[in-house]
């Protein structure tokens, strides 16, 4: 009986979340699985769907995309208001916990109608009280993620490091700030998986069958 209790009703929509060290090639893992189970994948073009869905300029998103509050974006915002809530009265000052429930109404939205991989955002905190939610960390070792960083975005040794902690801190202080949890602590997730160990493909072949297994996906 308890392998049921897991399984998703015929029809149902199911969600995947995905947090990810950089360079550990999560992003593109989660495109795989993706691709291989034939849903939606949500990435950096869920900023895009929350800026339409608020009536803001794109970039705004951008330049507080996954920064935690301190870093203040202000912009004089007039009387702009949502269809479904008030994110802002007449005169409020646009900052990143705006763009925190605004993405966070985004990511709600989506999954009502759709199965999807989401990559970061909190997502799987967003979505904590759902029962149709896989949650995946994605991390590697330090030889491995930095190969990738230096041949992908052709850094040097120093400057990938480099870019590999200050992006990994950026990652950790926006989810530690809004979820009051610990980013990469294996407790928060289903799975979390090595890919310097398996590769990117056979990583997403791993996250696909106990996606499947979990909810009796055939």
């Known amino acids: 009986m308890g392998n049921d209790m897991n399984k998703v009703e015929a029809?149902?929509?199911y969600v995947i979340t995905v947090g990810r060290q950089f360079g550990s090639g999560g992003r593109k893992v989660a495109k795989k699985?993706?691709?291989?189970?034939?849903?939606?994948?949500?990435?950096?073009g869920l900023i895009a769907i929350a800026a339409k869905?608020?009536?803001?300029?794109e970039n705004?998103?951008?330049?507080?995309d996954e920064k935690p509050t301190n870093s203040l974006l202000y912009s004089l915002v007039m009387g702009l208001q949502s269809d479904r809530n008030s994110f802002y009265r007449y005169g409020d000052v646009l900052n990143s916990d705006a763009i925190f429930r605004i993405q966070s109404q985004v990511?709600?939205?989506l999954v009502k109608d759709n199965s999807c991989v989401l990559v970061g955002r909190c997502s799987d905190y967003v979505?904590?009280?759902?029962?149709?939610?896989?949650?995946?960390?994605?991390?590697?070792?330090?030889?491995?993620?930095?190969?990738?960083?230096?041949?992908?975005?052709?850094?040097?040794e120093k400057e990938a490091l480099e870019t590999m902690k200050k992006t990994d801190k950026k990652r950790s202080n926006y989810?530690?700030?809004?979820?009051?949890?610990e980013w990469g602590n294996v407790t928060n997730y289903h799975i979390s998986v090595d890919s310097?160990?398996?590769?990117?493909?056979?990583?997403?072949?791993?996250?696909?069958?106990?996606v499947k297994l979990r909810f009796g996906i055939k």
Do not use: P, W
Request: with cysteine; net charge negative; glycine share 6%.
């Open 127 to 156: 979505l904590r009280n759902q029962d149709n939610v896989v949650n995946i960390f994605i991390h590697a070792n330090e030889e491995f993620k930095l190969e990738r960083v230096m041949r992908i975005y052709k850094q040097k």
């Open 33 to 44: 699985v993706a691709d291989m189970l034939g849903i939606e994948f949500y990435d950096k």
């Open 107 to 109: 990511i709600q939205d």
């Open 196 to 210: 310097s160990a398996l590769g990117i493909d056979d990583t997403a072949k791993i996250i696909c069958d106990f």
């Open 175 to 181: 989810y530690n700030f809004y979820t009051n949890q």
């Open 11 to 13: 029809g149902k929509n």
């Open 60 to 64: 705004l998103f951008e330049g507080i």
């Open 53 to 57: 869905e608020s009536g803001l300029s």
